[in-house]
């Protein structure tokens, strides 16, 4: 029951700055920090972006986090076939008890 | 550094209760420096979100499993044990574990972003 709308897919080619999209609502993003994780093929999730634009140690600054309103973006600069996975955008939804949403997942190509 | 390893059975029958336990190795469940949680992603789909608990023994759960589900944990064995009773073919998942670093933002605690993470275990209802 996803209530973060992400795009199904995005591509480009190595070098190439990549840019994903997160849209929720102000019980969500609108009010509360914004996470991101990255999926290789078969593993477990990686936790990307922290409160909204932190990176965690290790984690490249290719990768970048923002938010503005009830949206997010996730940006992933200098694009490497090793990005190829699938993205998934995360936050804290105020509307009922403490409830974790995550969004739809975007699988990033690199052609 | 702190690892996380989810067991328990592949394979559960309908309307049974399907249980697993995540073990923590590297660090204490007893810290109060973090909540532990439950996610599952049935196969191709995106992730969800369960529930967590934190070491007080307070629980927060997902509504969508409404009365279904119950997170604890053991100290004395440093895991933390998701149960899901009344499960369907729906519930045939990836199961993972993790963990969340308890932040206080304005005053309210919360979660900090899940940074450990288990390597998942499949289960099968059927």
């Known amino acids: 029951q996803s209530v973060l709308t992400q795009p199904p897919s995005a591509s480009g080619t190595p070098g190439q700055r990549v840019t994903i999209s997160c849209s929720g609502s102000s019980s969500n993003i609108g009010s509360n920090y914004v996470y991101w994780y990255q999926q290789l093929p078969g593993t477990a999730p990686k936790l990307l972006i922290y409160r909204s634009n932190q990176r965690p140690s290790g984690v490249p600054d290719r990768f970048s986090g923002s938010k503005s309103g009830t949206s997010a973006s996730l940006a992933i600069s200098g694009l490497r076939s090793e990005d190829e996975a699938d993205y998934y955008c995360a936050a804290w939804d105020d509307s009922l008890s403490a409830l974790y949403v995550f969004g739809t997942g975007t699988k990033v190509t690199v052609l | 550094q702190v690892q996380l390893q989810e067991s328990g059975p592949g394979l559960v029958k309908p309307s049974q209760t399907l249980s697993l336990t995540c073990s923590v190795s590297g660090g204490s469940i007893s810290s109060r420096s973090y909540y532990w949680n439950w996610i599952r992603q049935p196969a191709g789909k995106g992730l969800e979100w369960i529930g967590r608990i934190y070491i007080s023994g307070s629980t927060n759960y997902n509504p969508s499993f409404k009365s279904r589900v119950t997170i604890s944990l053991d100290t004395s064995k440093n895991l933390f044990s998701l149960k899901l009773s009344s499960v369907t073919a729906a519930d045939t998942a990836v199961y993972y574990c993790?963990?969340?670093?308890?932040?206080?933002?304005?005053?309210?605690?919360?979660?900090?972003?899940?940074?450990?993470w288990g390597q998942g275990t499949t289960v099968t209802v059927s």
């Open positions: 993790a963990r969340d670093p308890r932040i206080t933002i304005f005053g309210v605690y919360s979660g900090d972003g899940m940074d450990v």
